[in-house]
C-alpha cells in the first residue's frame, strides 16, 4: 500500500468507522504511528487499512476489481498471518486488532 493509499484508508477508517465502533484513541494511534508508540502495531495499522478500505473507492484495494465486498480481502489475509506473531506476547494492540478484524469479517462476508 502506497504511503498516499495507507494515509487516504486510515482517514476514512476514522471517519466512518471509529465514531460508532470506538476501539482505537485516534490521537494515540496516529502519534505512536509517526513515532513508533505502543499504540500502533503492523497488525493494528493492516487491520485499519483493511477495514478503511471498505469505505474507499479505489479499485487497488480489491482482490477482484469487479467486487467491491472483496475490498480489503488482502490487508485481511496479510493481518492473519501478523496475528500469528502478535498472539506470542499479546498487546493492546492485539486485543484492538481483533476487534477490528472481527468487524471487517462480517461487513465482508468474506470467506
Known amino acids: 500500500v502506497s504511503e498516499d493509499l495507507q494515509a487516504r484508508l486510515i482517514d476514512l477508517y ?4 471509529q465514531p460508532w465502533f470506538q476501539v482505537v ?4 494511534f ?23 478500505s471498505r469505505y474507499c473507492d479505489c479499485l487497488d484495494v480489491r482482490s ?6 472483496t475490498a480489503g480481502k488482502k490487508l485481511l489475509d496479510r493481518a492473519e498471518k501478523l ?4 498472539l506470542r506476547w499479546p498487546k ?7 476487534a477490528i478484524m472481527g468487524m471487517a469479517y ?3 462476508k468474506i470467506e
Open 64 to 69: 477482484d476489481p469487479d467486487d467491491s465486498n
Open 30 to 52: 496516529r502519534e505512536s504511528l509517526a513515532y513508533g508508540g505502543r499504540y500502533s502495531s503492523p497488525l493494528l495499522l493492516t487491520c485499519i487499512l483493511a477495514l478503511g
Open 92 to 98: 493492546i494492540t492485539t486485543i484492538q486488532s481483533l
Open 106 to 108: 462480517i461487513v465482508s
Open 83 to 86: 496475528l500469528q506473531n502478535d
Open 14 to 17: 476514522f471517519e466512518w468507522e
Open 25 to 28: 484513541n485516534e490521537r494515540l
